[in-house]
């Protein structure tokens, strides 16, 4: 059973940077899949982020790319995002996930997530 768990701060001050990693289990970042970060801000619906394939190769949401970064740690069996410039918009529950095709925001596309953290963006 493949499973995902993210960790990282819950409250970033405006204008640092969000870091926040998912460690996997159950199964290797390197053999196969999409592995991506989706954010969901009060009230609104998921917003696909970016994912990192098992080559290594990473994809951007293109209104983000300019301050988001994917990176992974094969030896943790982990990847990480990292969102610059943050700001209380940035506010959202942080979810990690799998798909097995790049599946930007299709939801069913999706077999395992992360239970989500929450990132509060405030001085």
């Known amino acids: 059973q493949v499973q995902l768990q993210e960790s990282g701060p819950g409250l970033v001050k405006p204008s640092q940077t969000l870091s926040l990693s998912c460690t996997v289990s159950g199964g290797s970042i390197t053999a196969g899949n999409f592995w991506s970060w989706i954010r969901q801000p009060p009230g609104k619906g998921l917003e696909w982020m970016g994912a990192?394939?098992?080559?290594?190769?990473?994809y951007y949401n293109p209104t983000l790319k300019s301050r988001t970064s994917i990176s992974r740690d094969t030896s943790k069996n982990q990847f990480t995002l990292q969102l610059s410039s943050v700001t209380p918009e940035d506010t959202a529950v942080y979810y990690c996930?799998?798909?097995?095709?790049?599946?930007?925001?299709?939801?069913?596309?999706?077999?395992?997530w992360g239970q989500g953290t929450q990132v509060t963006v405030s001085s």
């Open positions: 996930a799998r798909s097995s095709i790049l599946a930007y925001e299709e939801v069913d596309e999706y077999d395992y």
């Open positions: 990192i394939a098992m080559t290594g190769s990473t």
